[in-house]
Every structure is written in structure tokens, then in C-alpha cells.
């Protein structure tokens, strides 16, 4: 099933199961609990993000041939890094350069997020599928001046400006999605592919990052993990290759859809 969040004509905050004519079926109940889906068709005036996140976990350098492009060694661990929620952002709205903490470097990753769906602490590899709602679309938007010449030595603040964590269109339940790591994902830029690669290249799979995840921590529901990205990023590129106000920039997996997202300046 696909899971959307959404307005639907009235303003009101809705989710749905997601049908081929772009309706949604109306969701009842608890998303993460128990819910029930209904008759009633809902026209979708706005998508939202898939979830309100309840954190934002990412990995850093989980594919290897994105390792190679930047010369860094296979980590022998995961590479955990944080954003804030405040920095989720719904899909079509836009991504926002920052201009009063200037950045002129702002990346593009396209990566597989997984949404956990129930509450889990110190999970084995072989139950760790069993905590996950789905997976969505995610752009892990990247300052990367703020990230490795102005951050102190951490990337946090690079990765966690406002709308620097675009996700969507819609959540795909794992019974649609039996192997994660087994995914066609791309990006491109007003149609031109700069990403374009298959999540079968991560150092740690999908199970491995739960696992190691929750090991002595607590996963909320709700919370996203952004699983890291593909070689083609545009710090690697030569010349190196930023985003541009006006541009256009879409984050496509199989089976989930794509995640499109303008990028416009921060206000004065």
C-alpha cells in the first residue's frame, strides 16, 4: 500500500491509501497502531511530508562507489549524523538556500528513507524489518561549505538548515517492498540524471542500520532514517556542480515514486 499524508479540500490534515486516479482512500485510527482503511475517496489538495517526523537520523558514505568518487575510506561502523525536523520539507515546496548564514555550495543527495513504526530498542538483524512502517523518497540537501570548512568539525549544521530534508511522495508498506536494498534510485536536475544507481551498493543494508541504530537507543515512531546516497553528488563533480535558484530537482525510487522539489533563495 502506499500511505500518503495530505490536505485534502477542506484544509484538513488526512491520510490516505493512494489510488491510481490520485484520490486517497481515507486512513482511520492510528497510522502506527492500529487504523483502518475506509471507502471514502479524498481528492488530495497538498501532499505533505509521508509522516511528521519524530527525529531524523542519516548515514554518511553507505554506498561504496559513492565512497570512491570522494576518496574516503569504507567506514568499519554506520556514519550517523543528525537533522532536525524543523528541516522536513513537503513534496513540491521548496528548497530554500540559505542567505542570512550565506551557503553557495548547497548539494543534492538522493536517498532511500526508512520510517520506523513502532517503538524499538536493541533489535537483531533478523527482526529489524518487523519495526518498519515504510519507506519514502528523501533528499538529504547538503550545505557543503557549513559542512566541512565553518561546521566545527561536524556536519550537523550543513545538513540541517530549513527545508534541507525534503521527503515523500508517499509511504510504501514493506509488503510492497520486501528487499529495500534492492532499488533503482536516481536524481536529476530539470531532467538531467546526475544520480542514477540501485540500493543494493549500500556498505550496510537496510536490517544492518536498524540494527545497529537501536543498539542501546530508543527508536521512536516516526522516526526516518536516511539510509545515505549514491555516487554522482554534485561536490564530487568537476567542476563541482550546486543548486541554482529556479531549478527543479526530483529524487526517484522504484516502487515509491518520485520527489520533486523547486529550489528558490531565503528571503531577505
Given at each position: 500500500?502506499?500511505?500518503?499524508?495530505?490536505?485534502?479540500?477542506?484544509?484538513?490534515?488526512?491520510?490516505?491509501?493512494?489510488?491510481?486516479?490520485?484520490?486517497?482512500?481515507?486512513?482511520?485510527?492510528?497510522?502506527?497502531?492500529?487504523?483502518?482503511?475506509?471507502?471514502?475517496?479524498?481528492?488530495?489538495?497538498?501532499?505533505?511530508?509521508?509522516?511528521?517526523?519524530?527525529?531524523?537520523?542519516?548515514?554518511?558514505?553507505?554506498?561504496?562507489?559513492?565512497?570512491?568518487?570522494?576518496?574516503?575510506?569504507?567506514?568499519?561502523?554506520?556514519?550517523?549524523?543528525?537533522?532536525?525536523?524543523?528541516?522536513?520539507?513537503n513534496p513540491g515546496d521548496p528548497i530554500v538556500l540559505p542567505r542570512h548564514?550565506?551557503?553557495?555550495?548547497?548539494?543534492?543527495?538522493?536517498?532511500?528513507?526508512?520510517?520506523?513504526?513502532?517503538?524499538?530498542?536493541?533489535?537483531?538483524?533478523?527482526?529489524?524489518?518487523?519495526?518498519?512502517?515504510g519507506y519514502t523518497c528523501a533528499n538529504d540537501v547538503s550545505a557543503r561549505?557549513?559542512?566541512?570548512?565553518?561546521?566545527?568539525?561536524?556536519?550537523?549544521?550543513?545538513?540541517?538548515?530549513?527545508?534541507?530534508?525534503?521527503?515523500?511522495?508517499?509511504?510504501?508498506?514493506?509488503?510492497?517492498?520486501?528487499?529495500?536494498?534492492?532499488?533503482?534510485?536516481?536524481?536529476?536536475?530539470?531532467?538531467?540524471?546526475?544520480?542514477?544507481?540501485?540500493?543494493?551498493?549500500?556498505?550496510?543494508?537496510?536490517?544492518?542500520?536498524?540494527?545497529?541504530?537501536?543498539?542501546?537507543?530508543?527508536?521512536?515512531?516516526?522516526?526516518?532514517?536516511?539510509?545515505?546516497?549514491?555516487?554522482g553528488v554534485g561536490v564530487a563533480r568537476k567542476p563541482p556542480r550546486f543548486?541554482?535558484?529556479?531549478?527543479?530537482?526530483?529524487?526517484?525510487?522504484?516502487?515509491?515514486?518520485?520527489?520533486?522539489?523547486?529550489?528558490?533563495?531565503?528571503?531577505?
Amino acid at each position: 500500500m502506499k500511505i500518503v499524508r495530505f490536505l485534502d479540500s477542506a484544509g484538513q490534515e488526512k491520510f490516505g491509501a493512494l489510488q491510481a486516479d490520485n484520490t486517497a482512500l481515507e486512513i482511520s485510527g492510528d497510522i502506527f497502531g492500529e487504523y483502518r482503511v475506509g471507502g471514502k475517496s479524498l481528492p488530495i489538495a497538498k501532499l505533505l511530508t509521508p509522516v511528521a517526523p519524530t527525529g531524523i537520523i542519516c548515514i554518511g558514505l553507505n554506498y561504496r562507489r559513492h565512497a570512491a568518487e570522494t576518496q574516503a575510506q569504507i567506514p568499519e561502523f554506520p556514519v550517523v549524523f543528525m537533522k532536525t525536523i524543523a528541516a522536513a520539507q513537503n513534496p513540491g515546496d521548496p528548497i530554500v538556500l540559505p542567505r542570512h548564514l550565506r551557503s553557495d555550495r548547497v548539494d543534492y543527495e538522493c536517498e532511500l528513507a526508512v520510517v520506523i513504526g513502532k517503538k524499538c530498542k536493541n533489535v537483531s538483524r533478523d527482526k529489524a524489518l518487523e519495526c518498519v512502517l515504510g519507506y519514502t523518497c528523501a533528499n538529504d540537501v547538503s550545505a557543503r561549505d557549513w559542512q566541512s570548512q565553518w561546521g566545527g568539525s561536524q556536519w550537523c549544521r550543513g545538513k540541517t538548515f530549513d527545508t534541507f530534508a525534503p521527503l515523500g511522495p508517499c509511504l510504501v508498506t514493506p509488503d510492497e517492498i520486501p528487499n529495500p536494498n534492492a532499488l533503482a534510485i536516481k536524481l536529476d536536475i530539470d531532467g538531467e540524471i546526475m544520480q542514477e544507481a540501485n540500493t543494493n551498493d549500500m556498505i550496510f543494508d537496510v536490517p544492518r542500520l536498524v540494527e545497529f541504530l537501536s543498539g542501546s537507543t530508543t527508536l521512536l515512531p516516526g522516526t526516518v532514517i536516511l539510509t545515505g546516497t549514491p555516487n554522482g553528488v554534485g561536490v564530487a563533480r568537476k567542476p563541482p556542480r550546486f543548486l541554482q535558484p529556479g531549478e527543479v530537482v526530483t529524487v526517484t525510487i522504484e516502487k515509491i515514486g518520485a520527489l520533486a522539489n523547486p529550489v528558490v533563495e531565503e528571503s531577505p
